[in-house]
């Protein structure tokens, strides 16, 4: 672990927080096991007793920890923990999830980004059709080794999102948006994969143009398909 005192912001129990929101998510400390004590914790993190009970107060309401009496405080199963929630994907992406995180990430998207782009193609104004234009030819004129090659595609399919005029939609792709950057950073890693990535966005983007909501569904569909397999492939390199 990082030394504490040099990484320390001002607002300590938020950083606790994401201390030890890290190690549980990475399998630091275990589901179904119980945490140090508060001393013990205390004494690691050169902080107060009334900055780690509020950073518990932080885990709980996020579904990670529970406080077991007498016991202590025991790491939840990870069916309780509330996976949508963007800080949580956040200490995901930042613990270089596994495989499997990446493969439930795809199902999720798998299940709401078709139907999306579906509804983006019956239901998107002028001007969104005009932003999802700009963010595909952004991507297209992204400059091959730079974080542009990552964030383009990302504002490509929050542009898609917006373009639902589905609140419950745009909600759910800015909640997981951490995680999405991650996958995004995997799967366009090498120059070759973004590259072959552009017909499958610009699919998307033609079918939207063309109101086209079958057309748009399908396209995406295949293009999740060909990233995972991508992000797969980079896991093996």
Not at 65 to 79: A, C, H, N, V
Not at 184 to 202: C, E, I, M
Request: aromatic content about 10%; some cysteine.
């Amino acid at each position: 672990m990082a030394n504490p005192v040099s990484t320390r912001p001002q607002n300590i129990h938020t950083w606790v927080a994401g201390e030890l929101g890290s190690r549980i998510v990475s399998g630091y400390y275990a589901p179904g096991e119980y945490i140090p004590n508060e001393i013990t914790i205390c004494e690691e993190l050169e902080v107060s007793r009334t900055s780690l009970r509020e950073a518990f107060k932080v885990l709980t309401a996020k579904g990670l920890i529970e406080s077991r009496p007498k016991l202590g405080t025991r790491i939840r199963e990870r069916r309780f923990w509330n996976m949508f929630d963007p800080v949580i994907l956040g200490w995901f992406s930042q613990s270089k999830p596994s495989p499997d995180f990446y493969t439930s990430l795809y199902e999720i998207r798998a299940v709401f980004e078709p139907a999306a782009a579906e509804l983006a193609a019956k239901k998107r104004s002028p001007e969104q059709l005009e932003k999802i234009a700009s963010c595909y030819y952004n991507m297209e004129n992204a400059q091959l080794g730079t974080d542009e090659i990552y964030t383009t595609d990302i504002d490509f399919h929050m542009a898609i999102l917006d373009g639902t005029n589905n609140e419950f939609m745009v909600s759910l792709g800015e909640s997981i948006q951490s995680a999405l950057l991650e996958i995004f950073r995997v799967s366009s890693n090498f120059a070759d994969d973004f590259t072959s990535s552009l017909p499958g966005h610009k699919a998307i983007y033609t079918a939207i143009e063309a109101s086209d909501s079958e057309a748009a569904k399908l396209a995406m569909h295949s293009l999740l398909s060909t990233s995972q397999e991508t992000v797969n492939k980079n896991f093996d390199r």
